[in-house]
């Protein structure tokens, strides 16, 4: 009976830990380190006592938490990670205190920022191994994916808000901070502010996070996390990250979600070197080193945010070359999709195994793969085309290392990037027009890019063809017979992101209609904040507040899909078939 009554106050012990004290320990490290990057910039004597109490009080309640469940074999492995950091924050604090105690200077920033760190860490981890009880819930795969952006979004708003977000003399309005959390997350690239001049380091700190976060997903990150730290995904977790990601094969799921995670950081970070690389030696290696970072996820994300006043238009990047070709491919690569780059790699080494092993297994590449490259080849060579002869033959315009790397790099960058290497403002008419073709087509499925999608476009121009061509045989690419259903489904969603873009211009007409601005130019603006590309023809601080609103809910759909929003809002047909006869009506 007392064993019984022992056993019980444990398990008493052990859930007050995990549901309140933990919680208020994180929440408390939470203030400390946002008053910290955010307002103070400095220790502050309520921030280092604070910070000493929590890392004191986290180290035995993990240490507590270790010893309460020793007969687990299981739930001890999981708590090896947690206790570990308990020790390091322990140890942190211990000196911290010691030097408090000599008299020496106890007020370091970076000791302070690591036990808040830690802190926070352990209880994101502990989150995340119960996130299979929020998933199990019956959510649709939409609304989940609405709610972790929307929640992003507003996290982030909030942080810009912060005084030390924004360099001195310098207040960012709660729209501002709303756009520039928006734009950030959904990977689009315009601005209300220029991100160099306007924000500080600190909260361009904050907007690549924000580009980090919304370029792979919070629930990508969240799921990945899952798999990393813990044992993998629950069969319903598959299910809705399946959804996702546009992955049917449940049983690849977690080596999908690995591959997307850890292409993208390796990519980012090859890229950065690159950058760095064709920096100005002289510059400061922190500045450089800072500045190929940014560029580097930006481009990778496609979401053209840059640390440079006129973008890759300024100075010290004119005419660079190495830059240019860096970011075009990053770019590209981004804007492929994670199944494409990683069906690729399983085709490069099957031909290298095949070469080198004389192993005879081939991997063919699915027909996804085949229609993005070529659609995306087209895309870019067409759209470099037309571009060198409105802007260059029909028309003098400027050019930022030559005219031919000018038209590809704006060719590739419409694509929903948002770089720039010259003035939009300066660009010829038909030249925007081009654009905003390219820039409404947009990237591929299960990537960073947005806009139609080069796969929708790309099938729905095929069964148009089809159908007006009277075909019996059914759409056929690359020896393989598509479905006609996806083809319908194609053209349904070209003609329902027309009717979007149609509703939202007669609105922006009536909002900016007293600031006298042509209708090319916010054309231009909205197709690019739908489109998550982020080009501007100088237009989006000068907008109204109603007009920068629409650009954030355009953004925000965008980014989603319209077709997911539409499917997630609107309550499907549960109905039987009618069984009523059919009847057949006159189209032409």
Known sequence: MNQASESGEIATGLKICRQVLHPLLMLASMVCFIGLVGWTGFVTEWQHTLTLAIGFVFALERSWLMWGIKS????????????????????????????????????????????????????????????????????????????????????????????RCVVAAETCSWLDAAFTSTSAVCVTGLSVQNTSTFFSQTGQVVILMLIQVGGLGIMTLTFFAAVVLFEGLSLHDRLLLGRMISENRLSRIGQTLTFIVVFTLVAELTGAVVLYSGMDAAMPWKERAFHSVFH???????????????????????????????????????????????????????????????????????????????????????????????????????????????????????????????????????????????????GSPGGTAGGIRTTVVALGL??????????????????????????????????????????????????????????????????????????????????????????????????IGLLTVMATLIPPDTRPASGKPHEDILLN
């Open 72 to 163: 687990r074999g299981q739930e001890r492995r999981r708590m090896i990670m947690h206790e570990t950091i308990a020790v390091l924050v322990f140890l942190v604090s211990m000196g911290l205190m010691i030097q408090e105690f000599r008299g020496a200077d106890s007020h370091s920033i970076g000791w302070h920022v690591f036990v808040q760190l830690g802190v926070l860490f352990s209880g994101i981890a502990s989150m995340i191994h119960y996130q299979t009880r929020l998933t199990a819930r019956t959510f649709h795969p939409g609304m989940m994916l609405i709610g972790s952006f929307f929640a992003i979004i507003l996290i982030g708003a909030l942080l810009l808000k912060m005084p």
């Open 296 to 442: 580097s996820v930006s481009a990778f994300c496609n979401a053209g945010f840059s640390t440079f006043p006129d973008g890759l238009a300024s100075k010290p990047l004119h005419g660079n070359g190495i830059w240019q070709v860096c970011i075009m491919l990053l770019i590209a690569t981004g804007g492929l999709g994670s199944l494409v780059i990683e069906d690729l790699c399983q085709w490069v080494m099957s031909r290298y195994r095949k070469l080198f092993k004389k192993e005879h297994a081939f991997h063919r590449l699915r027909i996804h793969t085949r229609i993005v490259l070529v659609s995306t080849a087209i895309l870019i060579v067409g759209g470099a085309l037309a571009i060198l002869v409105s802007e260059f033959i029909l028309w003098k315009g400027p050019e930022n290392g030559g005219k031919v790397m000018t038209a590809f790099f704006h060719s590739v960058t419409a694509r929903t990037a948002g770089f720039n290497t010259v003035s939009m403002s300066a660009l010829a008419p038909m030249t925007l027009n081009v654009l905003m073709i390219l820039m409404l087509i947009g």
């Open 462 to 559: 095929g069964y148009l063809w089809n159908e007006l061509r009277m075909g019996k045989r059914g759409l056929v690419a690359f020896n393989r017979t598509i479905p006609s259903e996806s083809g319908s489904k194609a053209l349904g969603l070209i003609l329902l992101a027309f009717i979007w873009l149609t509703g939202n211009f007669m609105v922006f007409q009536f909002l900016e209609a007293k600031n006298g601005i042509s209708d090319i130019r916010l054309l231009f603006e909205l197709i690019s904040a739908f489109a998550t590309v982020g080009l501007s023809v100088d237009l989006t601080p000068l907008l109204s507040d109603g007009g920068k609103s629409l650009l954030i809910l355009n953004m925000f759909v965008g980014r």
